[in-house]
């Protein structure tokens, strides 16, 4: 059978009654549209239907841009608390955005009908490999900070549970220095803080230029719940003038901005660097896209629907200075 994209946005707000995606009747809320946008087979119980869908609408919410994601998130019962019926949560939300109900509402069906066309072009598609991950990155913000010596770089994760009962996530960072001179610099000189979301415990190198470490979580993830954290990680040393995420799974959202600080000057040209080979993300040699640099000193750039094993960010010239 085929469905339209007002389907799924029908049974996405008829999902929202109640306790929305924890509420005891959301398996009989489930319809056709819904089943089939998150690959559900006859042989799922009740609790593997809700899971199977809860993964994919949070999957699915994490490409849309920041406002509707948390109208989605939040309408649908997959953030906040699992005892607030659908007016709570609408109100809660109004009042943090300081608006009216009403236009929490309307820009709920909004989100939803961007969610249903996302799900119909992307089943069948690639996604993440959730099988043999425990958990997956959902949404990536970064903000990078260079100055002349030194880098400073704010990841925010939002890591989405494939299991129940998880309480520790595993991250890893490549450290490369200018020209290639891996000698100099050793990956555990890495400074690693986890600023908000859980607890550093423990950092290792997994290469000559890689560091991996472990965070606990505050309390345990159950399948299909989200969690963000917040990790600072500084060198006290210049870097490769790039950055890049290169997902170990395929990722739905990378927001990335890189701030020149005022003790270096600003680059003649920032470059774009999308669904390129992890090998080539410091080749200069490449033609890419142009990034402008603002008023602030900041280059931004943003990507959507990450393939895993690929690198998205940006490069930037340490030789060349503005006139």
Known sequence: MEFSAEHVAAELKNLCRGFGIDDPAAPARIGGALRHVAGLTDGDGPAEQVAKVRLRLLDLADGLPPNLAATARVSLGLDGPSDHRVGVRISHLAAELQCDPRTVRRRADAAFLRLAEEALATTGGPGPRRGEDPCH???????????????????????????????????????????????????????????????????????????????????????????????????????????????????????????????????????????????????????????????????????????????????????????
């Not at 309480?167 to 000698?183: G, K």
């Not at 550093?200 to 159950?222: K, N, Y």
């Not at 701030?259 to 993300?281: K, N, S």
Request: hydrophobic residues 35%.
């Open 137 to 323: 990155v959902g949404r990536l913000k970064v903000l990078v900070l260079l100055e002349r010596s030194t880098v400073e770089v704010i990841e925010e994760r939002h890591i989405v549970s494939h299991r129940d009962g998880l309480t520790e996530i595993e991250h890893s960072h490549t450290v490369v220095p200018p020209n290639d001179e891996r000698s100099s610099l050793d990956p555990l000189d890495l400074g690693i803080t986890v600023l908000r979301g859980g607890v550093l415990t423990s950092q290792e190198r997994v290469s000559t230029s890689r560091v991996g470490f472990r965070v606990r979580l505050p309390h345990p993830l159950d399948r299909g719940k989200g969690h963000d954290v917040t990790i600072r990680l500084t060198a006290a040393v210049a870097l490769a003038p790039f950055y890049v995420c290169t997902p170990r799974y395929a990722c739905r959202r990378f927001d990335l901005t890189v701030r020149f600080g005022t003790t270096m000057p600003l680059p003649e040209h920032v470059r774009l660097i999308e669904d390129e080979l992890p090998l080539e993300a410091g080749d200069s040699s490449l033609q890419r896209t142009t990034v402008p640099i603002d008023a602030a000193r900041e280059a931004n750039a943003s990507f959507s629907g990450l393939e895993a094993n690929r690198s998205y960010g940006l490069s930037w010239d340490t030789s060349a200075q503005r006139e």
